[in-house]
């Protein structure tokens, strides 16, 4: 069911939700022409519109609970990208401060490397979707020099109270980095939000039966009752794809970090 998130992706923001609100409306008169083609047009009895009401009250009890489910997913996943911004700039930062300690040239590089991957980790959170595989590649090019970086100024310290202070901070900021892009491509499962999408269609289908020989009169209720699902859709969209809707993970964190680096240490410095 891949494709069916991938689909999504692809669509504009809007264009989701118009669909959306359109399909349920015309499932919603499917499901009244089927009562009519099947039934008839006639009233229900009383007994009929109990069991109608049960069924209903079933139905949307159902469908709230997996909404409810698959909000908290999307919920969940948007705080641990954002909680991880906030890890990735302390780690950098910690990271550029000890650095600092190394012995001349290597503090400078060290320190200009770590500043150059801070603000390419900051244009990767602010970029959005379609920009984030190529700003993901230059972030992990320069994981790599920092690695290299790391390791030829480190060989001589590795034994040290230096090193042993300074590769742990290093090694931390190559962990966030990629634990930071696999938060951001991990989606709410296709199979999940096809599922989603289908019950809300079929739980309108079964309004439009329900409700045949009422119709008319509650045609602005049932309109009412999918603007408000196709809000509580479209949240979930939103908070599980960041920086591509409304909702935007905060990446104040980092760009105080960027704002806040100490000019670089002397490369000739004896």
């Not at 118009?18 to 083609?37: D, I, K, M, Q, T």
């Not at 006639?42 to 409810?68: H, M, N, P, R, S």
Request: include cysteine; hydrophobic fraction near 50%.
């Amino acid at each position: 069911m891949d494709w069916f998130a991938e689909l999504i992706d692809r669509m504009n923001f809007w264009v989701v939700t118009l669909v959306l609100l359109v399909s349920l409306v015309a499932a919603r008169e499917f499901g009244g022409w089927l009562h009519r083609r099947l039934e008839g047009n006639k009233d229900d009895c009383a007994e009929d519109g109990v069991d109608k009401q049960f069924v209903i009250t079933g139905t949307l009890g159902l469908l709230a609970l997996l909404i409810a489910f698959t909000f908290s997913l999307s919920l969940h996943r948007y705080e641990e990208r954002r909680m991880t911004v906030v890890a990735e700039a302390n780690a950098i930062g910690t990271a550029e401060m000890r650095v600092r300690l190394l012995n001349p040239p290597d503090n400078a590089r060290m320190a200009a490397l770590l500043q150059a991957y801070a603000r390419a980790r900051l244009a990767y959170g602010l970029a959005d979707s379609a920009e984030k595989r190529a700003l993901a590649a230059k972030s992990a090019s320069l994981r790599s020099e920092i690695q290299a970086a790391a390791l030829a100024a480190l060989a001589p310290e590795s034994r040290t109270p230096l090193g042993i202070t300074v590769t742990p901070s290093i090694n931390a900021v190559l962990d966030i980095g990629a634990e930071r892009e696999a938060l951001n491509t991990a989606r709410v499962p296709g199979a999940i939000l096809f599922c989603l999408f289908s019950f809300n269609l079929l739980s309108a289908a079964m309004l439009g039966y329900a409700l045949t020989g009422t119709r008319a009169r509650q045609r602005p209720a049932t309109i009412a009752l999918f603007l408000l699902l196709t809000m509580a859709l479209m949240l979930i969209l939103d908070l599980d794809a960041p920086q591509r809707g409304m909702i935007k993970v905060d990446q104040s964190p980092m760009l105080q970090l960027v704002d806040g680096f100490a000019p670089l240490p002397q490369a000739n410095l004896q």
